[in-house]
């Protein structure tokens, strides 16, 4: 790891009387195990972290200003820079807040197609969490499996709206494009090479004795410090709070399948992967219902008016991320524009907690910490 001297300042230990000399350090922004361009300024004594200081902004483009200018439909393609490993999720959220002011319904067909790439997106955004994890903490072929596995789905992606990253595929009232002819058929292969597929890696990592006692105790916070600090997702589900929206607060079409919500009580890096990787599997779970039960034929997109135009009043919905819980606050005026827009960013709200976890623990552990958080830079900074 490249870390840069800022400066150093000579201090007494009132312990030992030992002369030692604290040092701020510079971590990021460009550097791979920072997960995006972000900086945090780290005072440590000796190896030991005394205070940590995250820096934010460098990827800020103002989306939530820009969207007081942009009509409903425009702003879609700028979510997709958001949480950039899970476009579709932030592509539903904005649909759905603008939805759920007009009251509007959606076909079937496009609900099934809709939770099918937000489910198919969740495993793909793990994937890159699992391989980019273990390759901080200096594991390399995990990397190069997770990659292989999530070319398969960002190949369905490509097929079925033409991007691979940023999609801008879900429309108000529905999507924009229908499943092409065979595509089912190749998601639901996908899904049964996926879960024996599952099966290798842990293999390959989740029952490695060296693994389990780097990440174990690591980062570990309890349930009151998850909810004060208003954590969602794994993070919150790690300390032992049984909290998913898509069983909670159903959305889409959620509450036609059968699925467990995964839960831990240790609070710690190692519970944190360990509930990733059952979220894939409950992930291929719903999948494969939803691939069994896909409408033979129906619409793509409801009927919605030529012009979009809210009514004059507010709405806040939320959905569950693959990193937690999504929101989208619209304030109309009755406009094809949006008089306010903001959204409340899983990353961002997970990431004020790591000052916290960092105080008082070893360097060596810095990277595990952070990247057990699973941030994404464009939505922390928006």
Not at 44 to 70: C, F, Q, S, W
Not at 264 to 284: F, K, N, P, V, W
Not at 335 to 354: A, E, G, T, V, Y
Request: charged letters at 25%; one cysteine or more.
């Amino acid at each position: 790891m490249s870390l840069d001297i800022i400066s150093t300042h000579s201090a007494t230990s009132p312990d030992t009387g030992i002369r030692t000399e604290e040092m701020l350090l510079n971590v990021g922004p460009q550097h791979p195990s920072t997960h995006g361009v972000f900086r945090l300024v780290v005072k440590i004594d000796g190896e030991t972290i005394k205070e940590a200081i995250p820096v934010m902004g460098y990827l800020h483009r103002g989306t939530e200003k820009l969207a007081e200018n942009l009509t409903y439909t425009q702003i879609i393609p700028y979510t997709d820079r958001m949480d950039y490993l899970s476009a579709m999720t932030n592509n539903y959220v904005i649909c759905h807040a603008v939805e759920t002011m007009m009251g509007l319904e959606i076909p079937e067909r496009a609900e099934f197609l809709r939770l099918i790439v937000m489910e198919l997106n969740r495993i793909a955004s793990h994937m890159v969490w699992w391989g980019t994890y273990l390759l901080d903490i200096g594991a390399m072929s995990p990397f190069l499996y997770a990659f292989r596995d999530r070319e398969t789905i960002l190949d369905l992606f490509n097929e079925l709206c033409g991007a691979r990253l940023t999609y801008n595929y879900m429309r108000i009232g529905g999507v924009k494009w229908d499943a092409p002819p065979g595509w089912i058929e190749k998601a639901k292969e996908f899904v049964q090479y996926m879960k024996k597929e599952l099966n290798n890696y842990h293999a390959l990592v989740t029952g490695n004795e060296i693994f389990i006692n780097r990440l174990k105790g690591i980062g570990q916070f309890d349930a009151k410090t998850a909810l004060d600090y208003s954590l969602s997702g794994v993070m919150l589900r790690s300390t032992g709070v049984k909290w998913d929206l898509r069983k909670d607060e159903p959305y889409c079409i959620y509450d036609r399948f059968e699925f467990d919500v995964p839960t831990a009580t240790e609070g710690d890096c190692l519970a944190r992967y360990h509930l990733r990787m059952a979220e894939i599997e409950q992930s291929l779970r719903i999948l494969e219902q939803a691939l069994d039960q896909f409408p033979s034929d129906g619409e793509i997109v409801g009927k919605v008016p030529r012009v979009i135009r809210p009514p004059a009043g507010e709405a806040f919905v939320r959905i569950e991320s693959p990193r937690g819980e999504i929101g989208c606050y619209i304030a109309s005026q009755g406009k094809d524009k949006p008089w306010r827009l903001k959204f409340r960013r899983p990353s961002f709200n997970n990431l004020q907690i790591l000052p916290k976890l960092l105080e008082g623990v070893n360097i060596a552990n810095m990277v595990a910490i952070l990247g057990s958080i699973d941030i994404v830079l464009g939505e922390v900074d928006c």
